[in-house]
């Protein structure tokens, strides 16, 4: 069955709202290609019109929470020019936990994202992967942060708090704060000027 280029995005756009969903929930390991299609409305066959496998279709979900946790910060640096760089750094890396605390894409991040990059042609992660370094220092260089003590030491560290989003329910209610505190630290140290 032939689809209009309308239905095509819609159906695309059902594909990976629903490989999100479940690679939130039950993990992409677990999720069948049937259930996937079948929340789409379409046919088994008809899923390879939009992906060449269920590992491609799990790495454009992995590439929409990269763009949409960058976008997030890159706002935040935008709307928060006039502060301090420490303070300026700092609201963007809450953002961008923020926005993964809401979502639960750590979850798939943490649970699957290595294993579905070891899956992937090499051409695939050559031509369109790059790694949160990659991201992090790009987003320092155009938002003309640069932090004393270097961006190698600024973009681990900033992994490092993000990482802290999948470990929110063992550190209890004062996770926020926590976070908060850990952050603003954080930033203060990598922008301090001796």
Do not use: W
Request: proline content about 3%.
């Amino acid at each position: 069955m032939a689809f209009s280029e309308r239905q095509n995005e819609t159906i695309r756009r059902a594909l990976i709202q629903e490989a999100r969903h479940c690679a939130v929930i039950i993990g992409m390991r677990k999720t069948s290609v049937e259930q996937l299609t079948e929340a789409a409305g379409i046919s088994k066959g008809s899923f390879y019109k939009f992906f060449d496998s269920k590992e491609m279709l799990f790495f454009a979900v992995l590439e929409d929470v990269h763009t949409e946790v960058f976008e997030i910060a890159e706002k935040a640096l935008r709307q928060n020019e006039a502060l301090a760089p420490a303070r300026r750094a700092a609201e963007a890396i809450l953002a961008a936990c923020r926005r993964l605390s809401e979502t639960g894409d750590m979850t798939f991040i943490e649970n699957d994202a290595e294993f579905l990059l070891r899956r992937l042609p090499a051409e695939i992660k050559t031509a369109h992967y790059h790694d949160d370094e990659t991201h992090i220092r790009a987003l320092l260089e155009q938002s003309g942060l640069r932090p004393p003590c270097g961006t190698a030491l600024a973009a681990a560290t900033v992994r490092g708090l993000v990482l802290t989003v999948s470990h929110q329910e063992q550190i209890g209610p004062l996770y926020p704060r926590m976070l908060e505190t850990l952050v603003y630290g954080a930033c203060e140290e990598l922008f301090r000027t001796e």
